[in-house]
């Protein structure tokens, strides 16, 4: 039976690895690096650094562009559900094409396979036989909650996780709110009375860091965020929304 380890590396500090995804690492005879391109080579060096200090040759390094996400389409789900379905055509390639039977592929997940991440719902839809493993990793949601040195969670009251586009659709649902990837800075709308712990590039040399209530600091998180962007030509970023007089 061919084997797959989904390994989670943390958000991008190479100590964010933890030994069971070192260990797994070493175990793996095939790594795959799906490379998101000029602009983001930084990601896919991280992985072949990763690789280089704990691999165990001999291995191999299978590399292939990510394919390109509709961006202009209007109907965002459907977008990147075909853009996952391209994603699950290279993974069962690499399955069947560079894993001999017995072999161990490794595919180095950014952050946490479970947390915001489309590599496991793209591995369902690959129709060759194989066993898979994963293996946690520190989640910018971890990064994030460190980073500012506060708790995800207050006593007796949930978290909500969203995107942008929910939270400008809905507003703020909970007294917490734990938002990934906000294009629109949508956390302008939430109104008074909220506290934002915010972050981009968490575990990079590059990290940015912003905390305030959101009347104050709204202003200089988008100056930060486009600056940002404009320098590097990505952007991830991470925030919770917390109101200050929880049950007003």
């Keep these: 039976m061919k084997r797959l380890l989904i390994i989670g590396i943390g958000t991008g500090d190479p100590d964010h690895l933890t030994f069971q995804a070192a260990k797994a690492i070493a175990a793996a005879d095939v790594f795959l690096i799906v490379d998101k391109g000029e602009a983001k080579h930084d990601l896919a060096r991280l992985r072949h650094d990763l690789i280089e200090a704990h691999g165990r040759p001999p291995y191999r390094v299978v590399e292939v562009r990510d394919p390109e996400r509709d961006r202009t389409a209007p109907a965002y789900t459907a977008a990147v559900e075909d853009w996952r379905s391209h994603r699950a055509r290279i993974y069962e ?88 990837l906000d294009a629109a800075c949508s956390f302008t709308e939430a109104g008074a009375g909220f506290h934002i712990y915010w972050g981009a590039y968490l575990g990079t040399p590059d990290e940015i860091l912003i905390s305030g209530p959101v009347d104050e600091v709204a202003d200089r998180i988008r100056g930060a965020r486009a600056e940002a962007r404009a320098r590097k030509g990505w952007i991830m970023d991470t925030y919770l929304l917390r109101r200050t007089s929880p049950g007003s």
């Design 93 to 180: 390639s690499f399955i069947t094409d560079e894993l001999a039977d017995g072999q161990t592929g490794a595919l180095l997940v950014w952050g946490d396979p479970g947390v915001y991440d489309s590599t496991l719902a793209a591995l369902e839809e690959v129709e060759a036989e194989f066993a898979h493993e994963v293996v946690p990793g520190i989640s910018s949601i971890s990064a994030l909650t460190a980073r500012h040195r506060v708790a995800l969670t207050r006593v007796g009251r949930p978290v909500h996780i969203t995107t942008g586009r929910r939270l400008a659709a809905e507003g703020a649902t909970a007294d917490d709110v734990l938002v990934m």
